[in-house]
């Protein structure tokens, strides 16, 4: 979701500024991202974003098809 409004936004700048204010754009949002990311993961206690379902049940979703 955030990933989708952040490349919204730099689409509209894009249209109307020079391409290095948008690489520098990017690569500031970008840095900000990984931050919180980080934080988010140290607040979790995990070392990944992502954790993965390893179990071989059927999802309710799948089930409802």
Do not use: P, W, Y
């Not at 020079?18 to 690489?23: D, G, I, L, N």
């Not at 934080?39 to 206690?45: F, Y």
């Amino acid at each position: 979701m955030i990933l989708l409004h952040l490349q919204g936004t730099i689409s509209d700048i894009a249209s109307i500024a020079e391409k290095k204010v948008v690489q520098n754009l990017f690569k500031k949002k970008m840095s900000d991202l990984l931050i919180c990311t980080q934080n988010a993961n140290r607040i979790d206690g995990s070392d990944s974003s992502m954790q993965i379902d390893a179990s071989n049940d059927v999802s309710q979703s799948v089930l409802r098809c």
